[in-house]
């Protein structure tokens, strides 16, 4: 949901990080995908073979504390939400601690 968003916004990332490092190496692998998550991976792949999305990389969870906290939410609402120009105040404190350097 959060890359098809992108697209519509124009703003489609051209890196996916992700903390699930099975399912980086699947979609990595060029495998075909018979999985729970096969809609997800098949779209990224897709992505990736189209040239929108140019690469898929594994990071630690303890990396990107912002995404996690964000996927802990979305676990927690039952609608869709959407942020183009502000965060929800759950990653406010995260925020400085994923910023490079």
């Known amino acids: 949901m959060g890359i ?3 697209a519509d916004l124009g703003t489609l990332p051209t890196v996916i990080e992700s903390d699930a490092r099975g399912v980086v190496k699947l979609i990595n692998s060029g495998k075909t995908i018979f999985t729970e998550i096969s ?3 098949s779209d990224t792949v897709s992505r990736l073979s189209d040239g929108s ?6 990071v630690p969870r303890r ?3 912002v995404a996690h906290s964000l996927a802990k ?3 927690t609402v039952d609608y869709d ?3 183009v120009e502000s ?3 759950c990653v406010r404190h995260c ?7």
């Open 39 to 41: 809609l997800v991976c």
């Open 53 to 58: 999305i140019s690469r898929v990389y594994y």
């Open 63 to 65: 990396t990107n504390i």
């Open 87 to 89: 965060f929800p105040d």
């Open 95 to 101: 925020i400085h601690d994923d910023l490079p350097g």
């Open 4 to 6: 098809e968003f992108a």
């Open 73 to 75: 939410l979305a676990i």
């Open 81 to 83: 939400r959407f942020w």
